[in-house]
Structures are given as C-alpha cells and as structure tokens.
C-alpha cells in the first residue's frame, strides 16, 4: 500500500481552510493532517504532525506565512511548502521562491489549479527519491522545457489555453491514456487525443504502448 502524501492546511479564514482540506482529501495521494489559522499554530503543527508538505498562506494574524517559511528553514527543515495568497506582487513571490517555496499559487483558486500543484510536488518527490537521475527528469522537475511547448504553434481549432491545461495534467513522472488526460481537463477524447498527438508531434511528449489481453494497444503519454 502506498502511503500518502500528509498535507497542512495553513490560512487563517476558517471556510477558505475548510475548503482547501477538502480540496486535498479528494486528490489520490494525499490526505490532510490538520489545520492552523496562525503563524505561531503553523509551526507548532508542523512540530507535531511532522507533515509532508504544507499549504501556506502568506496573510496569517499573527505574522506573514513568509516568516514561517523562513523560520522552517532556519531550523533545517526541508518540508515542501507551496504558498497561498491574494497577494500579486513580484516582490512577495520572489520572497517566496527565494525562501524555499515548492511552489505558488494565488486564491482564489479552483480545484484543477491546486490538484495541478500537488501532482507536480508528488512528481518531483518520486523522481528526486529514485537511484538515478538523468538531465530530462532534472529539466522536468524544475518546469525547464515549458518555454519550447508555448512556442509550438496550434492548427486552427486548437488553443492555447486548453493546450497548456493538457500540458498541465501530464506532470513529471506520469503517463496519461488520451481517455484519463480528457477526464481531468474536461474535454473529449477526441480533442485530447488531438492535443497530444500534436505536442508528440513536437516531441513535447513521448508515448509508451500498453498491450492488453485482446486489441489495440493503449497509448500512454508522458513528458519527454
């Protein structure tokens, strides 16, 4: 059985962490520990919960969420963080990235956005714990090679958005059937296999045949 990935859930209106909890229980993988609505209870959790990965919100009563991420890791303490907050300006997501943040994002946020985030952390947490890395795992963990999917050009009928949304749900690590990729971006089959045979195209992806018992082999996409 693989154990799950534990979550706390950090932000100080007490309807938005319930929702943010709620977003984590739903996602494979992942379960929420517990909750705090301030500073000083967000560092005692993580004492005492020791969770894998926290979900910071940078506006908190007490102090800023960025203090917290500091004060972990002042104390040596590598646990994943992706800050959560209103906030747009460059300065506090510098702050964030530079302070050791796994990730961003700004709220609000719909489900897709977070399940995104939390996919990609468990991707870079898989791939980072095997015996061997190679220079493609290392560019895929750190979002290299996003710049060259933006350039390639769509045919008429296709856009960027939903091209960038079928990007998004293949994160590092994963392979995705044309049918599990439409699921999760809200589309037809047939317009995700549209996606992905073109980002193939371009080698954006790679695929990997599945063979059944009977029929045509399954085709698995994943990042190149």
Do not use: W
Not at 194 to 207: K, N
Not at 216 to 224: D, K, Q, V
């Amino acid at each position: 059985m693989t154990t799950s990935t534990g979550v706390l859930v950090v932000d100080d209106d007490f309807m938005v962490a319930d929702i943010h909890r709620r977003f984590v229980d739903r996602t494979d993988g992942f379960r929420s520990v517990g909750v705090a609505r301030t500073a000083a209870e967000a560092l005692t959790a993580t004492a005492e919960l020791q969770p894998d990965l926290i979900l910071l919100d940078v506006h908190l009563p007490d102090a800023s969420g960025l203090d917290v991420l500091r004060t972990l890791r002042s104390q040596n303490n590598a646990v994943g963080v992706i800050m959560i907050t209103a906030a747009r300006e460059l300065d506090t997501v510098s702050a964030a990235l530079t302070g050791g943040a796994t990730d961003y994002l700004i709220k609000p946020f719909e489900y897709v956005n977070l399940r995104e985030k939390l996919d990609a952390f468990l991707a870079r947490r898989k791939a980072l714990s095997s015996d061997r890395l190679d220079q493609n795992v290392v560019d895929a963990l750190f979002g290299r090679g996003s710049a060259a999917a933006e350039r390639v050009q769509l045919p008429k009928g296709m856009s960027a958005e939903t091209g960038k949304s079928v990007l998004g749900v293949i994160t590092p690590g994963t392979e995705l059937s044309a049918s599990e990729c439409a699921d999760l971006v809200g589309i037809s089959r047939v317009s995700a296999r549209r996606y992905l045979e073109h980002y193939l195209t371009h080698e954006i992806l790679d695929i990997r045949l599945q063979y059944g018992r009977a029929g045509r082999p399954e085709r698995l996409y994943r990042r190149r």
